[in-house]
């Protein structure tokens, strides 16, 4: 009974294996729904392969399902708590359900058990960042540009973390370096645009006119709105805006078509900053103020956005009146 027990587990287990991949080939072809599937059935032939549990909390967190991914992805970590990337992975997940404590204690535990991965050094800067440690944030984010000096992801993070601070000149310098970057090897380093929608070409055009490098900021943001591909983009928008080719009225009308409950808060708050920036630009305090407070009442997770928002808005606030 025993023997036939132990062949049983052996078969299941082997046949988890293949389960799992084939749902990395579904994976490979773009083909989730697939993918999901061949993963929870490797689960349940094998509920102790953490590849599978590992597999579906990204697959999960891919498609915005933060808590089912955090329970996946904790799954795996309880079985294989030496992982340090299993602990990574999780911390991605408990940040972007708003969990900015758990994910960093994540990060923690991940640089503990591996100190040597500009990843998570750059990821745990991320969460600094929206958890307001400003100063440690810079720390982490310098580390991973030590360990990996062309970690482009790494000078974008540090960029934003100078450009909140007011260090303009060395905010431009680490973007300016990231676009580099990403220009050498496009495989290697995805832009913001794609993912978080912090749009680094916008950010230099906004730091290349503060420091008064105004035909530069202008000639870059053209050429870069140049080489955009056509369709929807809201990116391409907000340049338009703040080049002039759009009015304020039209930039932050109410948007049309559908949005998730977090992409409306999340678009609200972007055209807010951008408004408020450009206004600052042309020295209407009271007009930037109006905007960056708009931002920020609406119901919105701490996001990059929202940080420099809360940066821009402070000395506006604090500002004695006349």
Request: hydrophobic share 40%.
């Amino acid at each position: 009974m025993a023997l036939l027990a132990a062949r049983s587990f052996a078969e299941d287990a082997a046949a988890a294996k293949h389960a799992v991949k084939e749902g990395d080939a579904a994976l490979a072809k773009k083909q989730f729904d697939d993918a999901l599937t061949y993963y929870s059935l490797a689960i349940s032939l094998d509920p102790l392969g953490t590849s599978a549990w590992h597999e579906r909390g990204l697959m999960r967190w891919r498609r915005h399902e933060f808590k089912a991914a955090i329970e996946d992805l904790q799954k795996a970590v309880e079985i294989f708590p030496e992982n340090a990337g299993f602990h990574n992975d999780l911390g991605l997940a408990k940040v972007d359900d708003g969990d900015l404590a758990g994910g960093i204690a994540s990060y923690d535990t991940s640089i503990r058990l591996s100190s040597d991965c500009a990843l998570v050094w750059n990821n745990r800067a991320y969460a600094n960042r929206l958890a307001r440690d400003v100063d440690g944030a810079v720390k982490d984010a310098t580390m991973a540009l030590q360990l990996d000096p062309n970690f482009a992801r790494a000078y974008l993070n540090r960029g934003l973390l100078l450009y909140d601070v007011g260090e303009w000149e060395d905010a431009l310098a680490d973007l300016e370096k990231n676009v580099e970057l990403q220009s050498e090897d496009r495989d290697k380093s995805v832009e913001l645009e794609s993912g978080g929608h912090d749009f680094t070409h916008l950010r230099i055009w906004i730091l290349r006119t503060r420091l008064g490098k105004n035909e530069a900021a202008d000639k870059g943001l053209r050429e870069w709105l140049k080489g955009r591909k056509p369709g929807p983009d809201r990116a391409a928008e907000c340049a338009r805006f703040l080049l002039g080719d759009m009015t304020e009225a039209e930039f932050i009308a109410p948007p049309r078509g559908d949005f998730s409950r977090h992409a409306l808060p999340r678009y609200i708050s972007e055209r807010g900053f951008f408004a408020g920036s450009k206004a600052l630009l042309e020295g209407r305090t009271e007009d930037a103020q109006k905007h960056f407070e708009t931002a920020l009442k609406k119901d919105v997770l701490a996001t990059e956005i929202t940080r420099s928002i809360e940066a821009e808005l402070k000395p506006l606030i604090e500002k004695p009146k006349k």
